[in-house]
């Protein structure tokens, strides 16, 4: 097997591991300034034309999302190894969205390129913490802290867009595979992606 699929493989193990990580539906959130020292930050400049958001090095893709504000931003490299669409109510209150689309990589290709200083930490349980802009509140990523499987997880709405509003390198990588925590939904969904009650190994509701 290539070490595309074994990443692809991994894809409901992680999906499990990052439901687990939001924790329950009540969120006991505290705050703290951020000073991790695993992300790096600084002596990147944005790239520059058609493609500033989303550029190949080589043979990876590396995307760029941004807050509202600009203040902050990050750097995706690789392909996500998940994408899922979270109903979960952690993730309904922490982005005001009925759900959101959830792209996953591993800790080390997800690094703040700018705007380290301005990024604000929220802990939603013991294994994830959440990332926000402190000038605009803008959501950039989280990061989970499992011993056996960290990764970041980036929500696909921070990406850079074209002129015509679509995100820069749009692929099939991208696009969600399957939908979590769909008991808690705030709108029904009629797609062919599974949908899971709660995590990928719980009742399906579109059996």
């Given at each position: 097997r290539t070490h595309s699929q074994r990443r692809q493989g991994t894809l409901f193990r992680l999906v499990h591991l990052c439901a687990l990580a939001s924790g329950p539906p009540v969120c006991q959130t505290k705050t703290r300034t951020h000073a991790r020292s695993g992300i790096r930050s600084r002596g990147a400049k944005p790239a520059s034309g058609a493609m500033a958001g989303a550029a190949v090095a080589g043979e990876a893709m590396v995307r760029r999302g941004t807050c509202m504000c600009g203040a902050c931003a990050v750097e995706l490299r690789g392909q996500p190894f998940f994408s899922v669409l979270c109903h979960c109510t952690i993730c309904q209150r922490w982005n005001a969205a009925p759900f959101t689309h959830w792209l996953g990589y591993p800790?080390?290709?997800?690094?703040?390129?700018?705007?380290?200083?301005?990024?604000?930490?929220?802990?939603t349980s013991a294994t994830m913490t959440?990332?926000?802009?402190?000038?605009?509140?803008?959501?950039?990523?989280?990061?989970?802290?499992?011993?056996?499987?960290?990764?970041?997880d980036v929500p696909s709405g921070i990406l850079d867009r074209d002129e015509s509003g679509r995100i820069l390198g749009l692929d099939a990588e991208l696009a969600p595979k399957t939908h979590i925590y769909y008991r808690s939904r705030v709108f029904a969904f009629n797609d062919n992606l599974p949908k899971f009650t709660a995590l990928p190994h719980s009742a399906r509701l579109d059996a």
């Open positions: 800790v080390a290709s997800v690094r703040c390129v700018e705007g380290e200083d301005k990024l604000i930490a929220h802990n959440r990332f926000a802009c402190a000038v605009c509140s803008v959501p950039l990523f989280n990061e989970s802290h499992s011993e056996t499987e960290p990764f970041r």
